[in-house]
T-cell receptor
Framework: TQLLEQSPQFLSIQEGENLTVYCNSSSVFSSLQWYRQEPGEGPVLLVT?????EVKKLKRLTFQFGDARKDSSLHITAAQPGDTGLYLC???????????FGQGTILTVHP | DAGVIQSPRHEVTEMGQEVTLRCKPISGHDYLFWYRQTMMRGLELLIYFNNNVPIDDSGMPEDRFSAKMPNASFSTLKIQPSEPRDSAVYFCASSPRQRAYSNQPQHFGDGTRLSIL
């Protein structure tokens, strides 16, 4: 069974601070996706990384896939209250279509 | 384009009653997924379909849970009889045909918040 561990589970910071969320596994994934979920809504895809060592940037968000494709990180620069939400990483394995989700990181950015 | 549509948005019912959750996936998507989300266990995959055929139902917790997909535009998740521990938010998601070893994004509905008293 493939498992993804996210850390930290909770993060409460002030506006303008930087933060990093980690997603780790002992299994290799073919691709890694990051989703963001707001209260009362379903998760929404932010990015997909597929190559070991790949780095993708989305405005103030930087995503990295580990060289061995077992881990990933999400770094947010100068966090804003609008970044508040639940961040989920999800790994794609050898089963077509199926994703393994991490437990999530609840981020709160205070004005 | 309309996204994934789930109904009802909220359901409150008494223990022992039958509950039916409904999902309309995005037109043209080949895959449909049912998830359950709780604070304790996070987002759990219950079952998923490919072209209306169930592929993996290993996440379905008990025989009280069943899911069907009679056609490409409709799926149901049924709980009978319901129990208080089934209280959770249930999500339906759909995705396009997968490329080899590179997952397509999953598009989620807004969920059904289920409370069993």
């Amino acid at each position: 069974t493939q498992l993804l561990e996210q850390s930290p589970q909770f993060l409460s910071i002030q506006e303008g601070e930087n933060l990093t969320v980690y997603c780790n596994s002992s299994s290799v994934f073919s691709s890694l996706q990051w989703y963001r979920q707001e209260p009362g809504e379903g998760p929404v895809l932010l990015v997909t990384v597929v190559t070991g060592g790949e780095v993708k940037k989305l405005k103030r968000l930087t995503f990295q896939f580990g060289d061995a494709r077992k881990d990933s990180s999400l770094h947010i620069t100068a966090a804003q209250p609008g970044d508040t939400g639940l961040y989920l990483c999800a790994g794609g394995g050898t089963s077509y279509g199926k994703l393994t989700f991490g437990q999530g990181t609840i981020l709160t950015v205070h004005p | 384009d309309a996204g994934v549509i789930q109904s009802p948005r909220h359901e409150v019912t008494e223990m022992g009653q039958e509950v039916t959750l409904r999902c309309k996936p995005i037109s043209g998507h080949d895959y449909l997924f049912w998830y359950r989300q709780t604070m304790m266990r996070g987002l759990e995959l219950l079952i998923y379909f490919n072209n209306n055929v169930p592929i993996d139902d290993s996440g379905m917790p008990e025989d009280r849970f069943s899911a069907k997909m009679p056609n490409a535009s409709f799926s149901t998740l049924k709980i009978q009889p319901s129990e208080p521990r089934d209280s959770a938010v249930y999500f339906c998601a759909s995705s396009p045909r997968q490329r080899a070893y590179s997952n397509q994004p999953q598009h989620f509905g807004d969920g059904t918040r289920l409370s069993i008293l």
